[in-house]
């Protein structure tokens, strides 16, 4: 909370639920030397319509390209004047075009839009065919080759349940306990695209984009899907395929424990 807070001024926490097109963006975390962020032009957006500096948390700190369905935030303010239901036209009108609140409401204090989630969806969209779309470009990963399905959904479905996923993150990634649940993880063709589709209680850096260069790898014969089984067992990156390029990401959506 960036506020502050007395006994008179109670502070209201605001939660959000965020699109965006994240290909002009250095990702969603601030950033010390003031190149454009989704979390720092909210936070501008925020601290002008409500008079006064805010801090947003966010829900998923995505990397720079990556896009976002249903990113959730949250902030807290002790401006009371301004309606729930004007706030989210308020701060449309003062973010950029590739950036839209899609709600806003009033929650509990103790809300916080990282700490509080219970689940992640993200899916990966593969463009397969031999021209890349140019109506496309920077929302979808272009592979000109022919990819087998069937195989990558076998593959996917050795990733459901509780492992360490090690082997799936990379040498950037700080935290000790790499154990995450995969609650569903679904491969489908639609039309011209390829769609990972991925739920889990936790993710570790780029390991949504490690996994899906894995699985393309599987696709494309290179290796059985059983490879999984060993990059999980081995927990070596070196043993998983290439990082997917960001393009292609989406944070779909954010759950929360019901209420």
Known sequence: MSVNVNSTTPARNIKLVVAY????????????????????????????????????????????GVHALGQVANFFTINHSIPLRAMRRALNS??????????????????????????????YRIYVAPVRSVHLHNLVYHYW??????????AARRLVGKHDFRGFTCSAEARRNTVRTIHHCEVYQSGD???VSITGNGFLYKMVRNIVGTLIEIG?????????DMILSSRNRDDAGPTAPAEGLYLVSVQYPDK
């Open 21 to 64: 097109n994240g290909a002009g963006y250095h990702g969603w975390q601030r950033q010390a030397d003031g190149v454009d962020t989704i979390q720092h032009l909210i936070e501008q957006a925020a601290g002008r319509l409500v008079g006064h500096p805010v801090a947003v948390n966010g829900a998923s700190r995505t990397d720079a």
């Open 94 to 123: 003062l973010l950029p075009r590739d950036i839209a609140i899609l709600s806003a409401e009033q929650v509990n204090d103790d809300f916080h839009a990282s700490r509080c989630a219970v689940a992640k969806t993200y899916k």
């Open 145 to 154: 080759r022919w990819l087998d399905v069937e195989a990558m959904q076998d």
């Open 193 to 195: 695209e390829i769609i």
């Open 220 to 228: 494309r014969g290179r290796w059985a899907p059983d490879r999984v």
